[in-house]
């Protein structure tokens, strides 16, 4: 699509810029702004939905989910409509993921990047990314623990990638979304092994403070003598 090797370079090297700013999106910060929530400064401090669940509910928790995945897919099918090579291709969504776990708008901090590395691996090899979410969602289910999921889905990944025989990039972005996932979720291993990981469903004290602040700025009934 692309002769001049010029103009190859730099559609690339923008494909990849615009790919890591999509990621950089920080859509748990603004849901959670719509509940006048700071979501980095409750919680892990992470922007999440895993975070926002905890804070807010699982409705927010559910957009913040939906719209991160939704970057990592986004970056990959641009970049395959640019007409990129399929390294690249599977470099853009590794780096959506990169922006959303340190993103610019945010000092380069983020969330853990879980959903975005799902939607990159939704859209790079559908097969696998749809194989992961049933062992995801058992060791969730089983063990209760987000992290727990995340991490063994991050091993998952590269090891399907060589089992269904799936081309070279595709086995090294599985390599390296996996150890991202490792990576972000250092703290949680620790946790984990300690026994001390927070497990699904259990929610901060955000909601009980913004069920109070609602009740007093409600309006009073007016007491007739």
């Not at 776990?101 to 691996?121: M, Q």
């Not at 949680?188 to 609602?214: F, M």
Request: proline share 4%.
């Amino acid at each position: 699509m692309f002769g001049d090797p010029v103009e190859s370079l730099l559609v690339s090297v923008s494909a990849l810029l615009l790919a890591y700013l999509l990621g950089s999106i920080p859509a748990g910060v603004l849901v959670a702004r719509r509940f006048d929530v700071d979501i980095q400064r409750v919680g892990s401090g992470n922007t999440g939905a895993t975070n926002v669940q905890r804070a807010l509910g699982w409705g927010p928790a559910l957009v913040t989910a939906a719209f991160d995945l939704s970057k990592g897919a986004i970056a990959v099918v641009v970049s395959r409509w640019l007409g990129q090579d399929p390294w690249l291709v599977a470099a853009c969504g590794v780096a959506a993921v990169i922006g959303h776990t340190f993103s610019v708008f945010l000092g380069f901090t983020g969330g853990k990047g879980a959903a975005t590395a799902l939607g990159t691996i939704l859209a790079i090899w559908p097969v696998t990314g749809i194989a992961l979410l049933p062992i995801a969602l058992s060791v969730m289910a089983v063990t209760r623990y987000v992290s727990a999921g995340v991490l063994v889905a991050g091993v998952a990944a590269p090891v399907l990638a060589l089992t269904l025989v799936r081309p070279v990039h595709e086995v090294l972005a599985g390599l390296a979304l996996g150890g991202l996932m490792f990576f972000t979720h250092r703290s949680n291993l620790t946790r984990l092994w300690t026994g001390s990981e927070r497990r699904v469903g259990q929610r901060l004290r955000v909601l009980q403070r913004l069920a109070k602040g609602a009740e007093a700025s409600r309006p009073q009934p007016q007491r007739t003598r």
